[in-house]
């Protein structure tokens, strides 16, 4: 029977790497990186200003498909952006999970609005549509409102919760690991609410649903380019809306809220500097052209390991039929949170980088007072989940450094 030791033994020969550290994931530099950095620093524009930045959002947009694509510094400002615009502000509620990393959290707690954290699926690792009508069914009745979001497309009747009193202002679903969430049966349980939705894509850039990218499902969905993501701008974010009002907000408000002059400082809102670097924005167009290389590469890693798991006593979380992941990171389940634990164990004594998932958002302090359901798959999730070294496997790359 395969052993822990089998487990490192076969990462180490998968990268061709018998004695190095493996980390869980790093970039690969394998296009215009150098040239498109040096261009940067030869035309001085290295800052706010500067040709990359609309590229890349371009270049973004083509990719998902989405309409409008509006760069952000990091996708943690752009989660909280995207919430920020479709109107979610303090005393608000935000539906999304509790199995997720911090930063979903933390940009819906930057509005002032409280989170609800519910349970995921097993076949999906994300937000559970039964979850989210059940606990709608429970909790939410509709009420007139008056007053617009500042999109000016507020509807007339809002989901509020009828025992806080306090309106149900979105929900926002993660991707987790790349693993698309039920989405459509999603929307069909918010659209009875009136609830929007918004895509914490951060990690599924390259995950499809039938044909069509995660992030563009929502009125804005968001992606991260951190170095640990698929590809990377040394820290950045996107946010993908088809809502040109939205996009042209999304613009205003995370370049201080300017007023287009040629030397007046005017400002009309109260703005965010969370503008991306000209910088950043060149080592993600360069990035964004490796993209499906990279994509490839992470798809034959992870073939595999489903190979290899197939016949050990631990099971690989594959993608969903109907969907394309991007195996952003490399998903086993241990059986129980003790072997979760050995496994753990022995892979990082031997140079091999195994991560667990994150901590369920309701254990950590500033969350452990929010509302949430019984988290029962979730909990299931946190005991048996080990991420697996995930970078692109590339001839070389790793003997390099
Ligand atoms: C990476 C990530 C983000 C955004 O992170 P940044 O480091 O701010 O770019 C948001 N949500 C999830 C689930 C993530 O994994």
Sequence with gaps: MKSYSNIVDFVRETYNLPEAFIPLHDPRFIGNERKYLNECIDTNFVSSVGEFVSRFEKLCADYTGSRYAVAAMNGTAALHMALHINGVTRGDEVITQSLTFIATANAISYTGAHPVFLDVDRDTMGLSPQAVEAWLVENAEMR??????????????SAYNK???????????????????????????????NIPLIEDAAESLGSFIGERHTGTFGRCGILSFNGNKVIT???????????????????????????????????????????????????????????????????????????????????????????????????????????????????????????????????????????HDDLINSRWFADRVVNLPSSAVIEGYGKMM
């Design 233 to 371: 701008t040394g820290g950045g974010g996107m946010i993908l809306t088809n809502d040109e009002s939205l996009a042209k907000m999304a613009k205003h408000l995370t370049t201080q809220a300017k007023v287009p002059h040629r030397w007046e400082f005017r400002h009309d809102f109260v703005g965010y500097n969370y503008r991306l670097t000209n910088l950043a924005a060149a080592l993600g167009c360069a990035q964004i052209e490796s993209l499906d290389h990279i994509l490839r590469l992470k798809r034959d890693l992870a073939n595999k390991y489903r190979d290899w798991f197939n016949d050990a006593p631990w099971q690989f979380f594959a993608e969903r039929e109907g969907t394309r992941a991007n195996y952003w990171l490399n998903v086993i389940l241990a059986n129980n949170r003790e072997e979760r634990d050995e496994i753990l164990q022995y892979t990082n004594d031997h140079g091999v980088m195994t991560r667990p998932v994150w901590e369920l958002m309701t254990d950590l302090p500033m969350f452990e007072q929010c509302q």
């Design 163 to 193: 025992y806080t009193n306090r309106r149900i202002a979105a929900c926002v679903p993660m991707h987790s690991f790349g693993h698309p969430v039920r989405i459509e049966e999603l929307m069909l349980v918010l659209d009875q609410y």
């Design 144 to 157: 007139a409102t008056e007053g617009n979001t500042p999109s000016g497309s507020g509807s007339r009747y």
